[in-house]
């Protein structure tokens, strides 16, 4: 085996701190990838993983081979590409995570033209409310929704994405459309908590100077973003979801707009990459794409 391939094989172990997941997640057999370590340790004269019947465990040598490893690669993909110029020269995979709504709003209506550009990059796109570890899960980047705890990751600002409430004209027939602030008290919010369990937000707003919230009453509580939104079209309450989410909803009639003067504030949208020397061409070049397509969606964060 090539010491390269070997190498990317020994920093799959180590992310994810087990051979059969690596195995796993690059398709091959199991005791291809052990062999591949020993093969590695065998050649730097070092014990790369400690094993045990449990878990895999990075040595201080393997920790900075693997280091090394990821400049070195990161080089040597960056050193084939270097005299190419063509757009049609960028090959091997992309694998990138984003929230549901953007991907089907944003990104996949958009992603042909960019496929046609690099039609030899194979993308695999992920599209959950479950936030991805970007090293664990082996992600090249992420786009990320809302203010970012503080990490080892690089964000780049794409912008900010503008909220709205909404409800369903059924809903409204049945029990009204609000008008002010008071008349919240008078209607079901639904909720929405990833972590079910975690205490409920209510109804958050802008007074012009700070963000607001007023406790609602609300029966149902979802950790879905499309069961939000179908919870709001079956006229089970009040949602408050990101304007780009819901526009075919809005278009079609399913969903209406309501206290447009009382809406929670704009949520920002970053682009999360992992620390690197160097990046390879092909997660630059679709970094890039994914910036001049978000202009077209979302609102700039200089003017908010």
């Known amino acids: 085996m090539h010491p390269t391939e070997a190498m990317q094989i020994f920093i799959r172990v180590a992310e994810l701190g087990s051979f059969t997941l690596a195995a796993q997640a690059l398709a091959q057999p199991r005791a291809t990838v052990s062999s591949a370590v020993q093969q590695l340790e065998s050649w730097l004269g070092v014990q790369l993983l400690l094993r045990t019947t449990r878990k895999v465990q990075i040595t201080p040598d393997g920790q900075a081979f693997y280091e090394r490893s990821r400049d070195l690669l990161a080089d040597m ?11 049609a020269t960028l090959k091997g995979r992309l694998r990138v995570d984003m929230p549901a709504g953007i991907a ?5 209506p958009r992603l042909p033209e960019f496929m046609a550009e690099h039609p030899q990059l194979q993308i695999e ?14 992600f090249d980047c992420v786009i990320r929704v809302g203010q970012l705890a503080d990490s080892n990751y690089i964000a780049r600002p794409l912008g900010q994405m503008r909220q709205i409430n909404c409800a369903s004209p059924a ?3 049945a029990h009204g459309t609000p008008l002010q602030l008071a008349d919240l008290a008078q209607h079901q919010l639904i909720h929405y908590q990833p972590n079910l369990g975690d205490k409920v937000l209510g109804w958050e707003y802008h007074d ?12 149902l509580t979802v950790n879905h973003t499309d069961s939000y939104q179908a919870a709001c079209v079956a006229g089970l309450g009040l949602i408050q979801v990101p304007e780009l ?17 009382y809406c929670a504030p704009s949520l920002p949208i970053s ?3 992992t620390q690197r020397r160097h990046l390879s061409k092909r997660v630059q070049v679709f970094m890039q794409w994914i910036s001049t397509i978000s202009a077209h969606y979302l609102t700039s964060t200089s003017s908010i």
């Open 125 to 138: 796109l992920s599209s959950t409310d479950r936030r991805v570890d970007l090293v664990r899960d082996g």
């Open 171 to 173: 809903y409204l027939a």
């Open 104 to 108: 089907t709003q944003m990104v996949l």
């Open 77 to 87: 993909d960056e050193l084939q590409n270097l005299f190419q110029h063509t757009s």
């Open 245 to 261: 989410g819901v526009q075919h909803l809005l278009a079609s009639g399913q969903l209406c707009e309501i206290l447009p003067q």
């Open 208 to 219: 012009g100077q700070s963000v607001q919230q007023i406790q609602m009453g609300g029966l």
């Open 271 to 273: 682009l999360l990459y």
